[in-house]
Every structure is written in C-alpha cells, then in structure tokens.
C-alpha cells in the first residue's frame, strides 16, 4: 500500500508545473497578455484583415501542417514566462509541436540568439482535445537581464507554434490589431527559424494563443480590461497600441514601472446577457457571452487584482434587443460569481458610451440611448462596483448626443468613422480620465 501511495504521489506531482527558481525566490505568476478566444474562424470581427485564402484555403480544415508565428506585447516582464494554447472552439484534438518564443526584429525576423525552445510536460509536443486548453512548462527568457530595463520596455515576443495535420476548425481572436505571421500550407514546422522566409502571410488576428504569463515580484499584480470592442480598440491605429488600456498602462508603468500589467479581454461585438448559448457549432461573432467566458478570461488567469468592466452596448442593439432588466441583473450575477470565487478582485464600471447616429445598421437608435442612459444611472448609483470610470463623460458631445467629432474619424485604415467606435483620439481621452489611484499595488514587505 506505501509503495502504492509513493507511487500515486509521484504520478501527481509529475504532472504539476515544478516551482521555478524564480518563484522559490519569492516572486509569483501574474498574466502579461490575453488575447480572448472566439470562433471559428473566420467568425469574429477583424480589423484590416488580409485575405487569408492563401493561409487558410478552408476554414473547415484550418491550418494544414504550418506554422504560426504570434506576435504580442507583454505587458510586464519576467526571467521565466509559460503561455497557453486554446482549442476551446475547436471540433477535433489539434497536435501542436515546435513551440518557440523569441524576440521580435521586425516583421516575423527575430532577435539572433532569443528563439527558446518550450515545453509541455517536459515534451516538446502537445495534443489538445477540443473545448480545453493548455499551459507551457516555464521558459527561461535568457535575453531577460533585468525584467524592469528600459531595453524591454514596448518590445514584442513571437510565439511560433507548427500544427501537424489538419487543425479543424481555429479557436482565434478576430481583433488583435497587431500584424503575426503564418507560413504556407503544408511547409512543415518551422519555429526554430529566426529570419523571415519562412512566413509570407500575415495575419491581423492570434490563433491559438490565449494567454501569457510572466514570473514577478510578489508585490505585482495585473489589471483586466473586459469588455466588447471599444476595449478591444475598434478603429484604433493598426499596430499602434493606442486602445485606451494600452494608455492606462503606459501611465501605470511611468509611475510603478514592471509591477502592473493591462491586458486586454476585449471582445468586438461581446455582449452582456447574450448569446444564450454558443459554441463550434453554434457561432456568433461577439463570441461567447461575458458570464460565459468569464472565468478562462479573467478568473483562471494569474495574479489580476482589478477588473475594469466597460460593455452594454451591443445587448442593447438590434442584434442583441436585451432588456435594461435583463442586462442588470446579469451584471449583477457576473459581480456576485466573482466575488464568490476571486474576493480579493476589485471591480470597476465603466460607464458606456454613446452610439447615437451611428452609421452601423445594428446601432444608434433612440430606444437604444436610452436603455444606455439606464444603465450608465445604475453603474454610477448602485453601489454594485468596488470603483467607477465615467468613459461616457468624457466621451459624449451634450449638444448632439453622439460621440464628440475629434472622436469619430477612423484611424486604423481611415475614413470618415461609425461615430460608434471611438478613433485614437478619443481612446488617448478614455485611457487619460481614469484616476490612477484605483490601482494602488501591494507595498513589497519591510516597506
């Protein structure tokens, strides 16, 4: 029965992520970067897309024996980092081999000498079956002298990642608004290349990879932006990372340097109370709803000690017809199945802007203002939130009550705007009115 119960203990303890050096050092996980996971491809709402026939001739079968190279910005940095694929949406098991992470050059080039090798399980292969996902063993970022050195600072990683076979149907992220790379179909796995030939296809979307994760001082923590396409950074600058929580993290960075990331789970289209249901087989382009996805995106993700939460909008357009009712008393049972799992999150409203005029089809209509109104009384008044950021109030033009004008011309691709998605500018106002002292961190110990 001992040599049993050894046994079983060691079959446990194999299959659990070993503590690093870093963490023995006192230093914990905290999430660096999301990207939220929708689908299937090529369900979603994509900005500046290229046309990806060439990538993906079939979306039914996906990606054929090639390989992906993601590019993202950490939002902190740390020695160790581990990351996360996603085959949530997928339909079939999806075999992923030669997983590398590197630093960015330029383009899909990287860095000569920072491509690393990672692991899962201590293989350098992993099968994910469909509607899970997967964490890395920890790799060493041996390019990372200092996590807190101005060297890093806005630098980028590529995450490559082959997929043998036919993937099926993609789990991705339709908006990333950051250009990543893809290599031919049927060109064999190619993550250990460090220059370019490899990728001719670029993409405006992340397959795949949901998440990343970095090791930090103990007194770190991160803060999650949630919400629908305003957070997402809809008519942002392509590649700019101007979306209004790239803004509120470059000003938390000016004053606590490496200690708090922003990441994004943004969805465009992600509505409060809907859909119902959703899935490989059931669609949608907003993507699952926020209580549906609310514990892969937020909760299950290391370190996070604040959600910001900006989203009603689209439950309310022609395409969700929610009810204000309705809408509340989901924001409520989503505030209550946080507090219950994660109290040691504090969780901020965001008031919601204004669509009124817009030129989209499915919103800028009177009915729907005023359920916005309504709502926007119920996140400032109730007492549900731990903190509120009045984004409306600096938003809205009081004699038209559209967006203000400066804030409609789109900036990713240009043009005259919907005057339902906010351009750079106005996300530079959003991410400049929110009061820093919402996001004070953990003192170190001694201090």
Not at 7 to 19: D, F, G, K
Not at 26 to 31: C, D, I, L, Q, S
């Amino acid at each position: 029965m001992r040599r049993l119960a050894f046994l079983l203990m060691t079959v446990i303890l194999a299959s659990q992520p070993h503590p690093s050096g870093a963490q023995q050092r006192g230093e914990k996980w905290v999430v660096s970067w999301a990207g939220s996971v929708q689908g299937p491809y090529p369900v979603g709402n994509p900005s500046a897309q290229p046309d990806q026939k060439f990538a993906f001739p079939s979306p039914a079968l996906g990606a054929r024996n090639q390989t992906f190279r993601m590019v993202l910005r950490p939002d902190i940095w740390g020695r160790q980092m581990r990351l996360r694929l996603s085959n949530v949406l997928g339909a079939g098991p999806i075999n992923f081999d030669g997983v590398f992470v590197g630093l960015q050059l330029g383009g899909p080039a990287l860095i000569k000498g920072t491509n690393r090798p990672v692991t899962f399980n201590g293989k350098n292969n992993v099968t994910i079956a469909p509607g899970t996902s997967v964490w890395s063993d920890p790799v060493m970022l041996t390019f990372v002298r200092d996590p807190a050195s101005a060297e890093l600072t806005g630098r980028k990683l590529a995450v490559s990642f082959h997929v043998a076979g036919e993937s099926g149907p993609m789990t991705w992220h339709a908006k990333a608004l950051q250009t990543s790379y893809v290599s031919a179909p049927n060109s064999g796995s190619l993550g250990q290349s460090e220059d370019e030939a490899a990728f001719p296809f670029s993409t405006a979307s992340w397959f795949f990879l949901d998440a990343v994760e970095m090791t930090a001082p103990a007194s770190s923590g991160a803060i999650v932006a949630f919400g629908d396409s305003i957070t997402d950074g809809t008519a942002s600058t392509m590649n700019g990372d101007d979306r209004w929580p790239d803004v509120l993290s470059r000003r938390l960075h000016a004053i606590h340097g490496n200690r708090i990331a922003v990441v994004n789970a943004g969805i465009g289209g992600n509505q409060i109370a809907g859909p119902p249901t959703y899935g490989s087989d059931k669609p949608f382009p907003g993507g699952p709803s926020a209580r549906a996805r609310i514990d892969r995106d937020v909760l299950d993700l290391s370190g996070v000690t604040h959600l910001i939460w900006l989203e009603g909008i689209n439950d309310f357009s022609r395409n969700g017809n929610a009810s204000l009712d309705k809408v509340i008393d989901s924001m409520k049972e989503l505030v209550a199945h946080i507090r219950a799992k994660a109290p040691q999150i504090k969780i901020i409203g965001a008031t919601v802007l204004t669509a009124l005029g817009s030129s989209s089809p499915a919103h800028g209509f009177a009915e729907q203002d005023q359920k916005r109104k309504a709502l926007n009384d119920f996140i400032r008044n109730s007492g549900l939130f731990d903190g509120v950021i009045d984004f409306d109030k600096v938003a809205l033009d009081p004699a038209t009550g559209g967006l203000k004008a400066e804030f409609v011309p789109e900036s990713t691709t240009g043009g005259p705007g919907d005057k339902l998605h906010p351009n750079r500018t106005g996300y530079l106002a959003m991410g400049m009115v929110i009061d820093l002292g919402l996001f004070k961190p953990k003192q170190p110990a001694g201090r």
